[in-house]
Structures are given as structure tokens and as C-alpha cells.
């Protein structure tokens, strides 16, 4: 190796940058696609793709430009960009850095939500008045997701730290898909029919596409003519499906559900050691006040 050269995967990234970034000049040229995987960060940052049928691009709107828009971002929409290249040197990646946004229309798959949403809105399966109340006791649920999935190992271990003593029973199903939707209809109304306290519905974060399955129509007329009280929690925070809209509870992640419907031990113990304090000092001032009274009365007889 003595004439070759030997340099650290840092340098060639650097170099790959540099070249990009002075010579894929971006000014003036608007960029065509859909949004996917859209995430809004705490800090004001937006990250997502941006795509068409034949390629895919990571990006990111710092807050600073995000605060300039006038429109609401959301997934599935598609948009015209401008901005600069970039690469992330952390992970060696290829980015979009968006400076200007404007809207271009909204993907066919966001149409498609829309027109489903505010279909079954007027039909009523939306209605605040037909869900059920939250039981005050639960003690026996039911998950309705992916055997594999991450979402169930989320659920299971916060309820393993939170009450452990809840009985747990799974209902297989597939949660991403063409054949989803249908999948899960058949493990709901399997779960159903077994009298838990409650039913789970929950998927991890994924994308518009990958969430979709959830707003089948007929899958959210299942949900609504369940008996059993249910949680959904699909997706993350910023991810909405018509699933839902239409459970009677909607958590904003499969670790919110599971919290939703468990007790926490710790807190229960508190109050416990609180009321027998409380029970303690109560018998306490009754047996003095009653002593006194026996000692008054053996003293006048």
C-alpha cells in the first residue's frame, strides 16, 4: 500500500459535500413531491421525504423557515419546494434543506382520507354520544396488533412496570397492508366475544401509506358496532387515522394506550400508605375521646 492512499470515511464525506454543494446549484428551481413520513420535532423543525413514483428524498425545514408558512403541513400532501442540497455527514446521507414551501395540491391517498372522514362524519360514527364510558375497574385486556410487532412489547412492558396484575390476551393481526384491514376486523370481533374490560387497538409509527389500512372503511363500522370499550393507539402524536376518530378513546401512542387503561402500582401503594395513616390517626382520637369518657363515668358514677 505504499502508493495508495489511505483516508478516514469522515474525509470522503466531507469531499462528497463539498463537491455537491458547489456544483448542484438549486436557486430558482421549485421541486415537485409528497410529503411521507412527516415528523413536526418539539424544537420546530419539520423532517420528512419528499417523493413521486420513482424516487424518494430525505429533507428538512428548519423552524426558522417553517414559521413563514401559511398553510398547515400534513402527510400526504404534495408541495413544491426550493432550497439547497446537503449531506448529513453523521450518517454519510443525502438531504433536501428547504428554504420555501407552497402547496401543489394534496395526494391522492390524502383526498382519498378526507373523502372517507367526512363521509362517515355525517353518518354519525364519529358521534362524541355513541362511545362508551371508561370503565372504572380493568383488569383484563385485549391487544389487537402485530404478534412481532414493536407497538405490542411498548404495551407489554408498560403494563408490566405499571400493574402487572392485568391479564393480558393477544389477537394477532396484520397492521400494515392490503389485506390489513380485513385482518383486523376478524381479530376484533374474535376479541369481542371474550368479555375483556377492554380491547387495544395499536401500531407503531410508520408512514401516510403505511398507516392507511386504518382507515378502512368497513374497519372503522366494525369498531363502532363493538360492545367492549376500546383504545385505539396507532401511530405516533402527529398521525391521525379514522380508527381514531371512532374508538371511544384515542391515545397518541401504543405506550399512551397501555397507560390509559392501566393503574400505577406505586402511586396506589401511596395512597394506600396514606389511608391506613389516615385510618391509624381516626382510631387513634376515637379510642382517646371514648377513654376519656370511661374515665369520667368511673369517676361520677
Known sequence: MRNEMVVSISSVIARIKNVLTQTMDLDGIWIQGEISNLTKHRSGHYYFSLKDK??????????????????????????????????????????????????????????????????????????????????DYIENIGVVTGAQAAALQDVLSTIQRRWPMMKVTLYPSLVQGSFAPKSLIQSLK?????????????????????????????????????????????????DTTLCDLVCDHRSVTPTAAAQWVTLDQYEVMTQILKDRELLRQNMSMILNHNKLKLDSYKNHP
Not at 76 to 99: D, K, P, W
Not at 193 to 203: E, G, K, Q, S
Not at 217 to 229: A, C, F, R
Open 54 to 135: 420513482s424516487g424518494e428524498m430525505s429533507c428538512v425545514m428548519f423552524s426558522s423557515y417553517v414559521s413563514r408558512l401559511n398553510f398547515n403541513v400534513e402527510e400526504g400532501m404534495r408541495v413544491l419546494v426550493s432550497g439547497s442540497i446537503n449531506v448529513y455527514e453523521q450518517r454519510g446521507s443525502l438531504q433536501l434543506v428547504i428554504r420555501q414551501m407552497k402547496q401543489d395540491g394534496l395526494g391522492d391517498l390524502y383526498l382519498e382520507f378526507e373523502k372517507r372522514k367526512q363521509d362517515l362524519l355525517r353518518a354519525g360514527y364519529f358521534d362524541e354520544s355513541h362511545k362508551k364510558a371508561k370503565p
Open 190 to 238: 374474535e376479541a369481542d366475544t371474550h368479555n375483556h374490560d377492554a380491547l387495544l387497538i395499536v401500531r407503531g409509527g410508520g408512514s401516510f401509506e403505511d398507516l392507511f389500512c386504518f382507515n378502512d372503511i368497513q374497519l372503522v363500522k366494525t369498531i363502532y358496532s363493538l360492545n367492549t370499550y376500546i383504545v385505539s393507539g396507532v401511530g405516533h402524536e402527529v
